[in-house]
C-alpha cells in the first residue's frame, strides 16, 4: 500500500512544457506526479503567449525567472543551472510532441510525453534509439493502465486462470462528439484537424487506450495482421475518423477487435477490455474502475473488488486506502508517476514491475500507422508492419 513515504532519496526536479490554463490535461499530470513527493515542479514553458505561461507559473509557486517563453529556451537556461530539471512531462498537441521529445532527450532530460509520441514510425524508433543513447526514460501517459484492477487481471491471465486466450474485444466509444463540437471547443478543434493531430483521430486518441491495457495483460501476445475501417460521420471531420473498427490476428491464433468512436450517443465513456480463454472471461470497464468482473463457464459470475485480500499481492501493491472505498482516474496517473520516477532515479527501466515506457509509445503509433494504411486502402488485411 502506498502511504506516501519517501522511495527516492530526494524529488526529481521537473518541469512542464504545455498544460497551462485552460488544458484539458495539465492538471491531472501536476496532481499525480506531485502526490507521492516524487516530483517537485520548478520550471515550466506552460503557454504559446509568453505573458500568459508566465502568469500561469508564478500561480503555481514558480519562480518568474524559471517560467519560460518556450521550450527550448528552458532547456537551454536550465542546462546552465546546478539545480536544473532533469526530467519534464509534455502536454501539448500532438505534433510537437516528436520535435519536444527530442529536444529533452538531447538536452539529457527524462520525459513523460503524452500519446501519440509522434505521427510516423520512423520518429518514434529514431526516438527509441536515443532514448537509449542517452540512457533517459520515456514515459507514455497511458493514464488507465495505472488502476490496480489492471494488474489483477495480467496476474489471473498469467497464472492461467482463464485457460488459452482465445478473444480479446476492445473499445473505447463515447459519445460527447456525435455533434460538430469542434465548431465552439478549441481543446477538440485540433483533435480534428490532420496538420495537428496527425493522420488519425480516434484510432490514436482512444483505440490506442484498451490496446496498451491488453499488452499489459498479455505481454507475450502479438499482432501479426489487422483490417481496419474508419467512418467520418461528422463530414468536416474527413479524412480524419470519428469511428472505427479494427479486427486483429495474433500469432498464438487468438483474434481481437478494438472499436474507437466518439460518436456512440448517449455513452458516456465507453472504455471496455474483454479478454476470453478457454476457462473463463475477465473485463474491466473504466467507469467502474475498481472492479473486475470475472466469469468461470458454468459458474456464477463473480465482481471483484479493489483492495480486497483475495487478489494478488501484485494488485495490492498501489492501494492508497482499504478496500471499499474508491480510487479513480487521478490515483491511477500518480501509480503510474510513481513509476516514472522510480525508474528515473534508476536511469534504466524497472526490472521488477512495468510501465507505458517508450516501447508502448512506439507501439501505439505503428498500430495507428497499420489501422490507417489498411483503411486508406480499403478495409484490407494487412501485414502487422
Not at 118 to 140: H, M, P, Q, S, T
Not at 182 to 188: F, M, Y
Not at 283 to 299: A, S
Request: net charge negative; hydrophobic share 35%; aromatic share 10%.
Amino acid at each position: 500500500m502506498i502511504n506516501g513515504e519517501k522511495k527516492l532519496e530526494r524529488p526529481i526536479r521537473w518541469a512542464m512544457v504545455g498544460g497551462g490554463r485552460g488544458s484539458q490535461i495539465g492538471y491531472i499530470h501536476r496532481s499525480a506526479a506531485l502526490r507521492d513527493h516524487h516530483f517537485q515542479l520548478v520550471a515550466g514553458a506552460f503557454d504559446i503567449i509568453p505573458e500568459r505561461g508566465k502568469e500561469f507559473g508564478v500561480n503555481l509557486h514558480i519562480s518568474p525567472d524559471r517560467c519560460y517563453s518556450d521550450y527550448r529556451k528552458m532547456f537551454e537556461e536550465e542546462a546552465k543551472r546546478a539545480d536544473g530539471i532533469e526530467a519534464v512531462s509534455i502536454a501539448t498537441p500532438n505534433n510537437t510532441h516528436y520535435e519536444i521529445c527530442k529536444a529533452a532527450l538531447n538536452a539529457g532530460l527524462h520525459v513523460v510525453c503524452e500519446k501519440p509520441l509522434c505521427f510516423r514510425l520512423e520518429e518514434a524508433n529514431e526516438l527509441e534509439d536515443l532514448a537509449k543513447k542517452k540512457n533517459r526514460v520515456v514515459g507514455i501517459t497511458y493514464g488507465y493502465s495505472g488502476h490496480q484492477m489492471i494488474e489483477q487481471a495480467r496476474q489471473m491471465i498469467a497464472n492461467g486462470e482463464l485457460g488459452d486466450i482465445r478473444i480479446i474485444n476492445m473499445q473505447f466509444a463515447h459519445g460527447f462528439h456525435s455533434d460538430p463540437v469542434e465548431c465552439h471547443n478549441l481543446s477538440t478543434k485540433w483533435r480534428v484537424d490532420p496538420k495537428f493531430a496527425g493522420p488519425s483521430y480516434v484510432l490514436g486518441d482512444l483505440g490506442t487506450h484498451p490496446l496498451f491495457l491488453s499488452e499489459v495483460m498479455l505481454p507475450g501476445m502479438k499482432i501479426k495482421k489487422l483490417l481496419c475501417t474508419r467512418q467520418s460521420f461528422v463530414k468536416s471531420r474527413a479524412p480524419l475518423e470519428d469511428n472505427a473498427y479494427t479486427i486483429m490476428e495474433y500469432d498464438n491464433g487468438a483474434v481481437g477487435t478494438v472499436w474507437s468512436s466518439c460518436v456512440n450517443a448517449g455513452s458516456m465513456h465507453g472504455q471496455k477490455i474483454r479478454v476470453i480463454g478457454s476457462k473463463a472471461s475477465i473485463e474491466w470497464w473504466d467507469e467502474q474502475p475498481n472492479q473486475l468482473r470475472f466469469e468461470i463457464q458454468g459458474k456464477p459470475a463473480q465482481i471483484l473488488e479493489r483492495g480486497m485480500e483475495y487478489l494478488y499481492q501484485e494488485a495490492l501493491e498501489d492501494d492508497r486506502i482499504g478496500g471499499g472505498h474508491p480510487e479513480g482516474l487521478f490515483e491511477a496517473w500518480s501509480n503510474l508517476y510513481s513509476r516514472f520516477a522510480a525508474a528515473m532515479e534508476r536511469g534504466k527501466d524497472l526490472n521488477q514491475t512495468w510501465y507505458p515506457g517508450i516501447e508502448a509509445g512506439v507501439e501505439g503509433v505503428r498500430w495507428v500507422q497499420n489501422c490507417v494504411r489498411s483503411a486508406d486502402n480499403g478495409a484490407v488485411w494487412v501485414e502487422y508492419q
